[in-house]
């Protein structure tokens, strides 16, 4: 049974009539952005369609393995008349502005917004907005099902990467029945489990593990072991010759610790002038709420935000109120 049937013939019926269709992934574009972005591109252009995925950050080296990579570019990498979508699809995207200086080439008369997050905003002529989906992947699975597309083991890949990085390997709690339905089906496609779980999970650089050996000396525990921060500076990816996208999981260390509910990991920008917090919990706060409170998004136990200042400042302040949430309770 295909979910949202109403809104995916609305969102089919735009992509049938439409010949050159924009996709836009969030900033620093995460598995499920980059998986989903290229699994559409790969089925529209099958139906003969100019497809652009496009990308305000590059994508991280990870997902090198991903086919599609000849419809995916980088913002830097366009001059402003090089694209001229009929329609722009938003995927994984909260808000349009989520889409960063990608934005700027979404003048296409009709958006549509895809999108699993509890905190989007529901922007777009057309939007489908599922917090049930385990991941973006798993709607446009669903989308290319309603537009009869013949999912080959390439689009089959990206979306089965979608859903395993956004469930962190089916363990978070959004991984429910759903997700493993079309992940069987995925595989049934062609899609080597094993194959993809090395690549994700079993390789990392030398480089960030010399970053996470860093960024460990900067662990701290709050609130009665409650609470549990980590820093990545700028000072620590240099030593350890380790690019942003190498702390990008650093945030699940600190969230690991028996007895933490909620784990922080401010990553300073690289000018200094900024820092990325990223917010995860255990099993009952809403960091999505904490990181409203901070101009930022996300999910209930993943969360997101950039707030402007010095490391210090900006960990003052993120502490400051934590400090003043009523969540610290033992039980
Ligand atoms: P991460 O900590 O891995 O960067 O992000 C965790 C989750 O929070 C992801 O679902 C991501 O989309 C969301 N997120 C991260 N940064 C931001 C942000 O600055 N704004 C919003 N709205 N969401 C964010
Ligand atoms: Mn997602």
Redesign the pocket.
């Known amino acids: 049974m295909i979910p949202h049937r109403d809104i995916l013939e609305r969102i089919t019926d735009i992509l049938a009539r439409s010949k050159d269709v924009l996709i836009l992934e969030?900033e620093?574009p995460?598995g499920d952005s980059i998986g989903s972005g290229l699994a559409l591109a790969l089925a529209l252009s099958s139906l003969g369609k100019k497809a652009l995925l496009l990308s305000q950050d590059p994508h991280p080296s990870m997902y090198d393995f991903l086919p599609g990579r000849h419809l995916y570019t980088m913002v830097s990498c366009l001059g402003p008349e090089d694209a001229d979508p009929d329609v722009t699809v938003f995927l994984?995207c909260?808000?349009p502005e989520?889409a960063g200086k990608a934005l700027e080439y979404a003048h296409s008369e009709t958006w549509i917004n895809i999108d699993h997050?509890i905190?989007n905003s529901g922007f777009g002529h057309v939007s489908l907005v599922d917090p049930d989906a385990a991941a973006t992947g798993e709607l446009v699975f669903f989308l290319l099902k309603a537009m009869g597309v013949e999912i080959d083991e390439d689009m089959a890949t990206c979306l089965y990467v979608a859903i395993v990085t956004d469930t962190g390997g089916f363990r978070y709690q959004n991984t429910g029945p759903r997700c493993f339905h079309v992940a069987a089906e995925l595989i049934d496609k062609g899609v080597n489990p094993s194959f993809v779980a090395d690549l994700l999970y079993e390789t990392r650089s030398l480089s960030s593990l010399m970053l996470l050996k860093n960024a460990l000396q900067a662990l701290e525990v709050y609130k009665n072991g409650r609470l549990a921060t980590i820093d990545v500076t700028k000072a620590m990816l240099e030593d350890a010759g380790a690019s942003f996208e190498d702390a990008?999981s650093i945030?699940n260390y600190p969230r690991s610790i028996a007895g933490v509910e909620v784990a922080l990991c401010f990553k300073e920008s690289p000018d200094q002038t900024a820092v990325?917090l990223?917010?995860r919990s255990r099993s009952k706060v809403d960091v999505s709420e904490i990181?409203g409170l901070l101009g930022?998004?996300?999910?209930s136990r993943?969360?997101?935000?950039?707030v402007q200042g010095s490391l210090e400042q900006v960990k003052a302040r993120v502490l400051g109120v934590l400090d003043g949430l009523d969540i610290w309770a033992d039980s």
């Open positions: 969030h620093k995460d994984d909260t808000g989520r997050h905190s990008d945030v990325h990223s917010l990181a930022g998004g996300g999910h993943a969360a997101g935000a950039v």
